[in-house]
Each structure stands twice: as structure tokens, then as C-alpha cells.
């Protein structure tokens, strides 16, 4: 996937570094990769497409390969329009007021294999940890990544009750975010199915909760737990969670 960005000639190269800085940052920030296994690499001339003044590529450090290209970020110069002019026939340029006179503009193209993006946040995602003498495989992926944000469980599948109201607090909660519901196996082996998947938090309506409207939290990544009122689950979630 690519971006044409369209810029005054003269103010390439400012604009390249600009976008530089800005697809790094949205790796790091927005993706949640890990900064240690990101780098920028300047190709040097010999490297550039014969189209490229400059380019400038973002490497991820593979387990098995080492550092690879995941995206590369071009100053194309007017390459692109006046080749589309040349092959139409049509002026692709823009009347600048302020110096009266027609530009053709200059390209610069973030452009990124979609494929690789999802594999580096998958591999920069996984974790295996030693829990309690057994490994606990976690993918720890951005809420905003997960598939699921939210799973529940009620601890007994054959207390009706217990069921009946883990599924009330599903349905309150898929408006706001996507939500998951379980109750095929114990607590421990729900919990490490959400892990493998990168579930950000866990609800679990236990005994308790028939007396005091209260349900467990837990973090994914902490494994710590909480307990908060069953009225307070929508707003706490809608606070913690992009929506979706």
C-alpha cells in the first residue's frame, strides 16, 4: 500500500524527511513495535531506482533473516506526472499563484508490503514466558490490533445463573468493542487461548459475583486482576478501549 504525496519542487527534500520521521514514528507508536528491532537505512546512490533522487528504507530485525526492508520511503521527484503526461497527452501540472507559473509537482511515496506488515507485528507481538513451572505463550499485541478486546467466561458452565449473566455483560459490551464469549473449558486453559490470540482483558463471573454484582478483570500482559461492580464494566471498558 502507497501514498502519493504531492509537493512544491524545492520542498522535496524536507517533505522526505518529514515522512521519514512520521512512518517511524506510526511503527513505534501506533503499531507498537518495538523500537530495538526498527531501523532507517539511506540507500546509496548505487541501490536508488532510476526514478528516485533519494530513498530511505525502514528494516525490522527478522528472528530468522535478520534486518529486511518492510517499507520504503521515495522522492520520486516529477518522474511520475510527466511520464503520465508524455504517455496522455495531458498537462498534469498546477498553476502557482504566488509565482505565476505552471509546476509539475514533486512525488514522495511511502510505500509498504502489507503482507510483511502483518507478519513483523505478529512476530514483534509474540512472547513465551515460564508461568508457575508451565510456558505460557502470549501474543501482545496493541488493544487496537487484537481481534478481541474483551473475553468472558462464566467459572461454571452448569450454573445457569453464572452463564446467564456473563452473556448479559457480552451483549452490553459488543456496541463498544468486540467481545468474545467462552465457557468450553477451564479458567486457566481459557485464559492461555486468549493469550495465543492477544485478547487485551478477561472478564470471569464467578460464585461471588451471585452476591456481591461484582466481576474479575484480568490484564493480559500483568496477569493481574482486578474486581469492579458489574454496573461499572461498560464505562471501565469504554475508558481502557478504542472502540471497535
Not at 525502514?58 to 520511503?73: D, L, Q, R, V
Request: hydrophobic residues 35%; proline residues 6%.
Amino acid at each position: 500500500m502507497e501514498i502519493e504525496f504531492f509537493v512544491q519542487p524545492g520542498a522535496d527534500e524536507e517533505w522526505h524527511r518529514h515522512w521519514i520521521a512520521e512512518r517511524f514514528r506510526w511503527y513505534t507508536e501506533v503499531l507498537g513495535l518495538r523500537p530495538e528491532n526498527l531501523r532507517t537505512r539511506e540507500l546509496p546512490q548505487s541501490e536508488l531506482a532510476h526514478y528516485s533522487k533519494a530513498t530511505t528504507e525502514i528494516e525490522y530485525h527478522f528472528p530468522s533473516k535478520g534486518w529486511a526492508e518492510i517499507e520504503g520511503i521515495a522522492n520520486r521527484t516529477d518522474y511520475d506526472l510527466r511520464q503520465h503526461s508524455r504517455e496522455s497527452g495531458k498537462e498534469l501540472t498546477y498553476f502557482d499563484e504566488e509565482n505565476n507559473e505552471h509546476v509539475t509537482p514533486f512525488v514522495i511515496e511511502p510505500s509498504v508490503g502489507v503482507d510483511r506488515l502483518v507478519l513483523v507485528c505478529l512476530i514483534d507481538a509474540y512472547h513465551e514466558e515460564e508461568v508457575r513451572g508451565e510456558k505460557r505463550v502470549v501474543l501482545k499485541l496493541r488493544p487496537e490490533l487484537a481481534p478481541y478486546k474483551v473475553a468472558i467466561f462464566p467459572l461454571l458452565r452448569n450454573r445457569p445463573e453464572l452463564v446467564a449473566l456473563a452473556k448479559g455483560i457480552a451483549n452490553s459490551l459488543r456496541p463498544q468493542v468486540t467481545v468474545w464469549y467462552d465457557d468450553t473449558a477451564s479458567i486457566g486453559r481459557l485464559y492461555r487461548r486468549q493469550d495465543e490470540i492477544g485478547t487485551p482483558y478477561c472478564i470471569t463471573v464467578d460464585v461471588d459475583t451471585l452476591d456481591d454484582n461484582a466481576v474479575t478483570i484480568r490484564d493480559r500482559d500483568s496477569m493481574e486482576q482486578i474486581r469492579i461492580p458489574i454496573a461499572q464494566v461498560v464505562d471501565w471498558f469504554r475508558a481502557k478501549l478504542p472502540r471497535g
